[in-house]
Structure formats: structure tokens, C-alpha cells
């Protein structure tokens, strides 16, 4: 999150507007299209084998955050150029440095906007199969993960597994699963929605 928020900053507010910023700017746009199994591919060849860390933690943990990347990016700078031009020209007009009118202005009047791609970008990941199912998930670890480079369960990847491959399941352990998944989803909706209203109300533009 951290890295897409700077990243969006600096496209939105210091790079300069030449054909360079607007080609990163369509890149990322079309990567946060990129169908979750591409994503899961990169992530077997860059850190699973190129990088030497395995199916780990570590390795599912590092997919996720290249996929989630452009979706908290294209978010963030949308909210950023939300903020009307005039508040910023005010700031400097009374001697406020870039980052101050960015850390003072724009940021708190796009925080609502920011919030809420973050949390759907991140209920979009929690139910994603393919990069984890690739890149670190087991469908039955009998303990709990040592390190980052052990592997671990995902609900997602032990319903796919019991849905798919496992026979003899009873139809009420997979509904289950399947609903327990779609509420914590609905759940991380809502909680998006509720902060977007609750932070919006505080605007006053």
C-alpha cells in the first residue's frame, strides 16, 4: 500500500506531464486488467524459481502485491486528481512547499477515495485461486508456518481443492466455505463504503 501511494503521488503531483508519465500511466492501467492466472505465471517465474524463494509465504505474499499494485495506484491518483487545482494554488500562493500543500491538502481531501481502493483492492485479492495456488497455498497444512518460506492455507485454495479434486465432500462443507468467503468479501465492501460516506461528509467542496 505504501508503494502505490507514493507511486501514485509522484505521477499525479511531481512527474511531468510528457509522453513518458502518460505511457507509465496507461501501463498500469493495463495491468491492473491483467487476468489473475498472468499474474500467477509471473509469480512461479520471478520468485518462485528465478528468485529461489519456492511455494512459500513469501513468494504467494510478493504475487499478490505485484497484482494488487496497479488497482491501489490507478485509485490513488484518481482520488488525487479529484482534489480541485484551486486548493492546491492557494497553498502556494501563501508559500507552502509541494509536499507540505500535498501533506496539509490534497491527501486528507482524498483519503476517502484512497480507503476505498485500498479495501477493494484488497477484497478483490482474498478471493483470488491462481496466484496463490501457483505461488504458496497448500490445501492441508497441519500446523502453523515456521517462516515466510513455509507454505500455508488459503480458503480460497481449499475451496477450489474440495470443489475440484477432493470426491466424497459433503455439498454442506463447500457451501459453507464458499459463504464464509463471500461475507469477509461483502464485509471488506461495506467497510469501504462506510468509510468513503463517513470521510466524504468531512469534505467541504
Request: charged share 10%; net charge positive; glycine share 8%.
Given at each position: 500500500?505504501?508503494?502505490?501511494?507514493a507511486?501514485?503521488i509522484?505521477?499525479?503531483?511531481y512527474a511531468?506531464?510528457n509522453?513518458?508519465?502518460?505511457?507509465?500511466n496507461?501501463?498500469?492501467?493495463?495491468?491492473?486488467?491483467?487476468?489473475?492466472?498472468v499474474?500467477?505465471?509471473f509469480?512461479?517465474g520471478?520468485?518462485v524459481?528465478?528468485?529461489?524463494?519456492?511455494?512459500s509465504?513469501?513468494?504467494?505474499?510478493?504475487?499478490?502485491?505485484?497484482?494488487t499494485?496497479?488497482?491501489?495506484?490507478?485509485a490513488?491518483?484518481e482520488?488525487?486528481?479529484?482534489?480541485?487545482?484551486?486548493?492546491?494554488?492557494?497553498?502556494?500562493?501563501?508559500?507552502?512547499?509541494r509536499?507540505?500543500?500535498i501533506r496539509t491538502?490534497?491527501?486528507?481531501?482524498a483519503?476517502?477515495?484512497?480507503?476505498?481502493?485500498?479495501?477493494?483492492s484488497?477484497?478483490?485479492t482474498a478471493?483470488e485461486?491462481a496466484?496463490i495456488?501457483?505461488t504458496?497455498a497448500?490445501f492441508f497444512?497441519p500446523?502453523?508456518?515456521?517462516?515466510?518460506?513455509d507454505?500455508?492455507?488459503?480458503?480460497a485454495m481449499h475451496l477450489?481443492?474440495?470443489?475440484?479434486a477432493?470426491p466424497?465432500?459433503p455439498?454442506?462443507?463447500k457451501y459453507?466455505?464458499a459463504?464464509?468467503?463471500?461475507?469477509?468479501?461483502?464485509?471488506?465492501?461495506?467497510?469501504?463504503?462506510?468509510?468513503?460516506s463517513?470521510?466524504?461528509?468531512?469534505?467541504?467542496?
Open positions: 500500500v505504501p508503494v502505490g501511494v507511486a501514485a509522484y505521477l499525479s503531483e511531468p506531464d509522453w513518458l508519465t502518460r505511457g507509465i496507461l501501463a498500469i492501467i493495463n495491468l491492473a486488467g491483467v487476468p489473475s492466472i499474474h500467477a505465471l509469480g512461479v520471478a520468485f524459481i528465478f528468485a529461489g524463494f519456492g511455494t509465504i513469501l513468494a504467494a505474499s510478493l504475487t499478490l502485491a505485484v497484482m499494485l496497479p488497482l491501489i495506484i490507478v490513488t491518483r482520488s488525487l486528481q479529484a482534489v480541485p487545482m484551486a486548493f492546491r494554488e492557494a497553498c502556494w500562493n501563501m508559500g507552502a512547499t509536499w507540505q500543500t491538502v490534497v491527501l486528507p481531501n483519503i476517502s477515495g484512497i480507503l476505498t481502493g485500498v479495501i477493494l484488497v477484497s478483490r478471493g485461486t496466484p495456488m501457483f504458496g497448500a497444512f500446523f502453523l508456518p515456521a517462516s515466510v518460506f507454505q500455508t492455507m488459503a480458503m477450489f481443492v474440495i470443489s475440484t477432493v466424497g465432500v455439498d454442506e462443507l459453507g466455505t459463504l464464509t468467503l463471500i461475507t469477509l468479501v461483502l464485509l471488506m465492501n461495506a467497510a469501504s463504503i462506510w468509510f468513503r463517513y470521510l466524504r461528509g468531512k469534505k467541504k467542496w
